[in-house]
């Protein structure tokens, strides 16, 4: 079986069964298409640069998006660089709930919805706990956290407060006495 649409570019794959693959990168006009599946990989390299959240934005709800398919699906694999990064805005649309979100940080959470033991690395064979903690170390929390854990808000400039570092008090302390005073 020979394929109708022409082989005109390396991003343009068919099969002789038909369907095919189209690759583009975010930004890119992909007028003409239309898709059973979309797959987006890292729609943004700098997760920090709010230009280029927006961008990823638009560029998913103006082009990418309206060339899905009746029925068709959406997988993004991602790592969560900010809060208002691609996935963010989704999760914050009006639709969200029908999306299905996964996150696997490189670290298993406590009551985490697969049953992984919390507290080991997901990963073990590509990346121990003591390879985390040396990845933490050289990238910095921000970086790592964002990478690694799926966690966003850190990673866009919060500070961590752990609630062990306050200790528990029953009544204020006494403020100390001002020379002034």
């Known amino acids: 079986q020979t ?8 991003g343009r794959w068919h099969v002789g069964q038909g369907g095919g693959l189209v690759a583009a990168g975010v930004g890119s006009q992909i007028t003409g298409v239309g898709a059973s ?44 660089l900010s809060e208002t990064d691609l996935i963010g805005r989704i999760k914050e649309s009006p ?20 049953g992984l033991p919390p507290g080991e690395a997901l990963w073990p064979e590509k990346f121990d706990e003591k390879a985390l903690a040396e ?29 062990e570092d306050f200790g528990n008090w029953k009544s204020l302390p006494t403020l100390p006495k001002r020379p002034y005073n």
Do not use: H
């Open 135 to 163: 990845r933490r170390e050289a990238m910095g929390l921000t970086a790592y956290t964002s990478q690694y854990l799926q966690t966003p808000s850190i990673a866009t400039g919060g500070k961590i407060f752990r609630m």
């Open 3 to 10: 394929c109708a649409l022409p082989i005109w570019a390396v």
């Open 37 to 80: 599946c979309l797959l987006i990989d890292d729609p943004c390299n700098d997760g920090l640069s709010q230009t280029e959240l927006d961008a990823a934005w638009e560029w998913y709800c103006q082009i990418a998006f309206p060339r899905l398919n009746s029925q068709g699906r959406v997988l993004i694999v991602s790592a969560r």
């Open 95 to 114: 639709d969200a709930d029908s999306y299905t979100f996964i996150t696997l940080p490189a670290i298993n959470e406590p009551d985490n919805t697969y």
